[in-house]
């Protein structure tokens, strides 16, 4: 167990639609990464915030935002769902001292129908 | 463009067999690389090299990072069925802003008995 929490675990839903991914980093890590896993892309890099300001952007699409709240949470916003977007989405933290060390939450499992 | 590769993509061996996986990467303003181990779900962290030439050991788990030669590998001795999973390579890269990392496509390792 990394510490780090996401939710929910699984997510069906149609196209078009919009769904919220959460994450909860470790205990004291102030920097939050969201990464997106496909079968066809590997692991990519979404969008990082630390304490509470984004950081760094990667390929994010602009249907995609993120934020990151006083208590450290984040949420990952997807709309306008396309099948494509059917992937798993995780959340990793890391300390200040150790930026690039990050630890994995157990993922959301997103399917579009 | 940051380029992290590799090989084998596959590989199957019996338990007790020892294993190399190699990871080379091509990124402006390196800062580290990391290994992970992604068995069902998400990827636990494994090791992070920063310096050139030093072996960071865990149990059976060895790594050494080449900075002259930009490679990396992951060695894993008297290998056992419960290491069979996918194990990513990251590479970390220095940036005005952001600690983002760059993944490969992993290494699939089967462990027979």
Same mark, same amino acid.
């Given at each position: ?5 996401? @939710? ?106 | ?48 090299? @920063? ?63």
């Amino acid at each position: 167990d990394s510490g780090v929490t996401q @939710t929910p675990k699984h997510l069906i839903t149609a196209t078009g639609q919009r769904v919220t991914l959460r994450c909860s980093p470790r205990s004291g890590d102030l920097s939050v990464y969201w990464y997106q896993q496909s079968l066809d892309q590997g692991l990519q890099f979404l969008i990082q915030y630390y304490n509470g300001e984004e950081r760094a952007k990667g390929n994010i699409l602009e249907r995609f935002s993120a934020q990151q709240f006083p208590d450290l949470h984040s949420e990952l916003n997807l709309s306008s769902l396309e099948l494509g977007d059917s992937a798993l989405y995780f959340c990793a933290s890391s300390g200040s001292n150790r930026p690039y060390e990050q630890y994995f939450g157990p993922g959301t499992r997103l399917t579009v129908t | 463009e940051d380029k992290v590769v590799q090989s084998p993509l596959s590989l199957v061996v019996h338990e007790g067999d020892t294993v190399t996986l190699n990871c080379s990467y091509e990124v402006t303003n390196f800062r580290s690389l990391l290994w992970y181990k992604q068995e069902k779900k998400a990827p636990t962290f494994l090791f992070m090299l @920063t310096s050139s030439g030093i072996e960071k050991k865990s149990g059976r788990l060895s790594s050494i990072l080449d900075k002259k030669e930009l490679f990396s590998i992951l060695n894993i001795t008297a290998t056992q069925t419960g290491d069979s999973a996918v194990y990513l390579c990251a590479v970390g890269k220095g940036e005005t802003s952001g600690s983002r990392l760059t993944f490969g496509e992993g290494t699939q390792l089967t462990v027979n008995p």
